[in-house]
């Protein structure tokens, strides 16, 4: 029977890949699920903004964004959150966050990203038709 659950699990995870929102289109993440870089440094500072698709593969579940290893916002399907960092590299990751059926499935996954000084540089965390998570540069 566990073995069942974790498949239908794995199943519900993967499904299909989930679809690009344009920032223009996301909604702004609630302030509650925002938890660090939140403020303007004195200074230079860069803009990363990270976008979640839409979609139903893992929609149940909350996406944990990740700076530098530390949790940063926890993002809905199709919400967006801008963080303020110094210019230079970082590295961006997401993975699925929550307990039971949001607490299996795919490990974080990292990448490296840039913050560019007095700019936005935007990001999309999205999930592929395998059920992998992925988080890369978006134009859109």
Not at 30 to 59: E, M, N, W
Not at 115 to 135: C, E, H, L, M, P
């Amino acid at each position: 029977m566990k073995i069942s659950v974790g498949a239908l699990v794995l199943v519900a995870l993967a499904g299909c890949s989930t679809s690009p929102v344009p920032s223009s289109q996301a909604s702004q993440a609630p302030a509650q699920q925002l938890l660090k870089f939140q403020s303007k440094p004195a200074g230079s500072f860069g803009t990363v903004q990270v976008i979640r698709d839409s979609g139903h593969t893992g929609s149940f579940c909350s996406m944990a964004v990740f700076i530098d290893g530390e949790k940063v916002a926890l993002l809905d399907p199709g919400q967006k959150a801008a963080f303020f960092v110094a210019p230079g590299p970082l590295t961006l990751g997401a993975a699925y966050s929550g307990s039971g059926m949001c607490g299996m499935g795919t490990e974080r996954i990292e990448r490296d990203a840039v913050a560019a000084q007095n700019s936005v540089k935007k990001y999309r965390v999205f999930t592929g038709g395998d059920g992998q998570i992925d988080i890369l540069p978006t134009t859109l």
